[in-house]
Nanobody, 126 residues
């Protein structure tokens, strides 16, 4: 299995930027598609962004498209989420996740991801 540890969350103001990182250890990182999800208090966990094994193909939720960018560095066993123009509605715990089965397009479905990190909190004030 793979272990995932997120970092980079914090308290920012609307319009600011943050870069989340997810460090992976264990199995060969490049064998996994990676995703970012988020969960706000009282809400279900939702898809944010995903990237395929090679890093070439990405997918985004409509609400973050054009503001967030997912990337990965297989040499460093890491995946990143660059978040720009943050809004108060982006406030949530952000989780990275690994999907062993996807080979082409990264998946948006939570159930496709077998391994999860513990999350990092992002709070955006108005």
């Amino acid at each position: 299995q793979v272990q995932l540890v997120e970092s980079g969350g914090g308290l920012v103001q609307a319009g600011d930027s943050l870069r989340l990182s997810c460090a992976a250890s264990g199995r060969t990182f490049s064998n996994y598609a990676m995703g970012w999800f988020r969960q706000a208090p009282g809400k279900e966990r939702e898809f944010v962004a995903a990237v395929n094994r090679s890093g070439i193909r990405t997918a985004y939720a409509d609400g973050v498209k054009g503001r967030f960018t997912i990337s990965r560095d297989n040499a460093k066993n890491a995946v990143y989420l660059q978040m720009n123009s943050l809004k108060p509605e982006d406030t949530a715990a952000y989780y990275c996740a690994a999907d062993r089965t996807s080979t082409l397009a990264p998946k948006r479905v939570l159930a496709a991801y077998e391994y999860w990190g513990q999350g990092t909190q992002v709070t955006v004030s108005p």
